[in-house]
């Protein structure tokens, strides 16, 4: 399909890297349209690991562009760095990789507002990732944020930073917050990183345009997943973007009647980091089992991810507020060796048994999740490469969520590695 969405149908860490790095190979463009260096996307590079936080996971096959949209906030250090690694392990970077010039950019005081924020919360704290998205992304709504081209135009770059700054002491003051900023420091910083990337920065909407015009095909690459979207996610336990497919559409500046295809990542179980209700988690050991088996651990900050059977409410929600109509379907080697695997179909909340995703917390943090049983299988089947050798078991599992949630399962993942995929039809 010409142009697709890829977006995370649970919360995060679906395997949307690998993914978007194995279908790039029948594409022109990647895009990343929101968040920003809160993702950690892993693709797995001439046999070692390789995590990208801003540049889309297109970028390891040479003649694919890269753009990084106008919804992307922006941390420059962190791309120049993305840029320079790349570099280093010998990817050509040079007309491949363009930035919107709209894009927002984080600044110190974003980082540090988010550590003081979430310490504030306390107890009720997100478990953000301590990046400075939430206040960027504030700064964008609120109309004060720096964009990318603002670091190119030196008169106003300087207008808008002192106005921030004196917003930010205002707040920061009272939290012994204030001492970390320099007015000259960041100045200068900032104007140098704009010089450094300014070879990027571009027009992306015309970019795209002209693009689609000329009938290129186009993958663009959510970041975080469904059930963190600032609207439809398990507020306020979420990120601070529209991570559904329609956040594509305003997070690159191109319409909805462009979109061929939408495409939802899911894991064949359920992980979340970070805080928020999360029905179906495991109890200690079995979180722990898990955990170990499947390297639970987050690609941005390394925190243990909390893990839990797949949830079939969550996923048709999912579904509805993506439109969805095909998945991936990723690690299901890790369970391999389990003697049954359970799917959440429904929760109990008081007498009631609810088959849709509830919006209230309290329900989703009192409610009992309903399980259907499966047998599972005991084959290691990370090396396999076509689906009638999967294990009957495993083929019984993925029917039953084709059927239940009445979608196609494109493709199946069976391990990091970009040839790990076994196309089901
Ligand atoms: P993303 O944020 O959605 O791109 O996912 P992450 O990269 O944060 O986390 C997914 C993790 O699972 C990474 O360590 C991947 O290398 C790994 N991974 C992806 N697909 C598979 C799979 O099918 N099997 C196994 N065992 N690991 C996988
Ligand atoms: P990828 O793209 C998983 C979570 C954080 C926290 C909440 C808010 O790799 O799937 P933020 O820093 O965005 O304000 O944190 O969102 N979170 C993610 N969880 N994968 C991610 O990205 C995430 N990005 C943010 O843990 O709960
Ligand atoms: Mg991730």
């Not at 694919?64 to 949209?69: E, M």
């Not at 540090?112 to 997100?126: F, M, V, Y």
């Not at 500046?253 to 061929?260: L, R």
């Not at 494109?410 to 995929?421: A, C, E």
Request: proline share 3%; glycine share 10%; hydrophobic share 40%.
């Amino acid at each position: 399909m010409a142009i697709t969405i890829i977006i995370g149908a649970q919360w995060g860490d679906e395997g949307k890297g690998k993914i978007v790095d194995y279908l790039s190979k029948d594409v022109d463009i990647v895009a990343r349209f929101q968040g920003g260096n809160n993702a950690g996307h892993t693709v797995v590079y001439e046999d070692k690991e390789l995590v990208l936080h801003l540049i889309p996971c297109g970028i390891l096959h040479k003649d694919i562009a890269c753009v990084i949209g106008s919804g992307v906030v922006i941390n420059p250090k962190v791309l120049i760095e993305e840029i320079e690694n790349l570099q280093a392990l010998g990817v050509n970077i040079e007309n491949r990789v363009f930035v919107s010039e709209i894009a927002n950019i984080i600044m110190p005081y974003h980082t540090c507002l988010d550590r003081i924020n979430e310490q504030i919360r306390g107890k009720g704290k997100i478990g953000t990732t301590g990046k400075g998205i939430g206040p960027a992304y504030m700064d964008m709504v609120a109309r004060v944020g720096i964009r990318a081209i603002d670091l190119l135009e030196e008169e106003i770059f300087v207008k808008k930073l002192k106005k921030n700054l004196e917003e930010k002491k205002f707040f920061l003051k009272q939290y012994n917050g204030w001492g970390e900023f320099d007015f000259s420091k960041i100045k200068e910083g900032y104007l140098e990183y704009g010089q450094k990337l300014r070879k990027y920065l571009l027009n992306t909407v015309v970019y795209l345009d002209e693009a689609i015009r000329k009938q290129k095909k186009i993958l663009f690459e959510g970041a975080q997943g469904t059930l963190l979207d600032v609207c439809y996610g398990t507020f306020p336990y979420v990120t601070s973007s529209n991570t559904i497919a329609g956040g594509a559409c305003t997070g690159i500046g191109i319409g909805p009647t462009v979109i061929n295809k939408v495409v939802g990542i899911t894991k064949a179980y359920t992980t979340r980091v970070g805080g928020g209700p999360f029905p179906t988690e495991f109890s200690e050991e079995m979180n722990s089992n898990i955990r170990t088996k499947g390297k639970e651990f987050g690609a941005t900050t390394g925190r243990p991810r909390r893990c839990g059977w797949l949830d079939m409410v969550a996923l048709k929600y999912a579904k509805q507020v993506n439109g969805f109509r095909n998945i991936v379907v990723t690690k299901l080697d890790i369970l391999s060796g389990l003697k049954d695997i359970k799917i959440c179909i429904g929760y109990k909340y008081e007498q009631e048994v609810l088959k849709n995703f509830p919006h209230s917390l309290k329900v989703l943090r009192e409610c009992e999740p309903i399980y259907e049983t499966f047998p599972g299988w005991q084959e290691d089947i990370s090396g396999i490469s076509d689906y009638k050798d999967l294990p009957f078991n495993a083929k019984k599992y993925l029917l039953w969520i084709e059927k239940m949630l009445e979608v196609k399962v494109d493709l199946i993942s069976i391990g990091p590695k970009r040839n790990q995929i076994v196309r089901k039809d």
